[in-house]
């Protein structure tokens, strides 16, 4: 049976992630992550997708998007895999895969759940148990979103940029949203929305997008319990030991 193309409305947030195949390593050293962001940066200006915030982990990806164009993020993936691959094993003499199949897409309701979702992703260090601050880890949007460090990169939402007039303001606002944990209710939303492709928002948004796209965006369930597992402590582990074996040179 073919597979149901991913819902994709331009204009409208998506939350992505890519994993490494097999959950492995797909950034080694700091020349690996700084590689993958100048390659997402262009790619990411050619297909036409803004993004927002994001972090590399050792074996996966956030990314937080605005496309112009329904095909804009399947070219951008396409791109961006086919150029990071090639410079991954040619500079490690492998060849073969690296990532773990076609990358996981969410529609995001920009006004219930885009902040929490850049939190979210911002926040994955910390809760891997890599860093204490989200501002210690040099791979991720945080500091642009939070600190101002300039990143050519992040294009800044609307939903940010009402938190404020100014932009001392705004930095120090979102900031202030990480004073308090994300709430359960709100890490399972996001975590099972990622899981099964369905929508992140209320129910209103997915009848919205629903009328948009002409289709039923719930999700029809898998045979079998397809599903990654949600970080475990020996997940947890495995991460902090990939990322302290490259502790001295990881930080940008």
């Not at 911002?122 to 642009?144: F, K, Q, T």
């Not at 928002?201 to 039923?216: C, D, I, M, Y």
Request: hydrophobic content about 35%; proline content about 8%.
């Amino acid at each position: 049976m073919p597979r149901m193309p991913r819902p994709i409305v331009p204009g409208q947030p998506l939350h992505l992630i890519q994993r490494g195949h097999n959950r492995s390593a797909s950034f080694h050293d700091r020349h690996d992550f700084a590689f993958y962001l100048r390659v997402l940066t262009e790619e990411s200006r050619r297909a036409g997708c803004a993004i927002h915030a994001y972090v590399l982990m050792t074996n996966h990806v956030h990314l937080l998007i605005t496309p112009d164009s329904k095909d804009g993020p399947a070219r951008m993936m396409q791109r961006l895999g086919r150029r990071y691959v090639r410079y991954f094993n040619k500079r490690r003499g492998r060849t073969g895969t690296l990532w773990e199949g076609r990358y996981r897409s969410t529609l995001v309701d920009s006004d219930r759940y885009l902040l929490a979702c850049s939190r979210y992703i911002e926040l994955n260090p910390v809760r891997a148990g890599i860093v204490a601050d989200p501002a210690a880890y040099g791979w991720s949007s945080y500091r642009c979103n939070a600190t101002g460090r300039p990143d050519p990169l992040i294009t800044p939402h609307a939903t940010y940029r009402a938190l404020a007039p100014g932009a001392d303001e705004r930095r120090a606002a979102y900031r202030a949203l990480f004073d308090a944990p994300l709430e359960r209710a709100t890490l399972d939303a996001i975590r099972d929305a990622a899981k099964s492709g369905a929508v992140l928002g209320t129910a209103r948004f997915r009848e919205q997008l629903e009328a948009v796209l002409k289709r039923s965006l719930v999700p029809i369930p898998h045979g079998g319990d397809r599903r990654p597992p949600r970080l475990t402590a020996r997940n947890a582990i495995t991460s902090r030991l990939h990322y302290h074996r490259f502790s001295t040179t990881l930080t940008p």
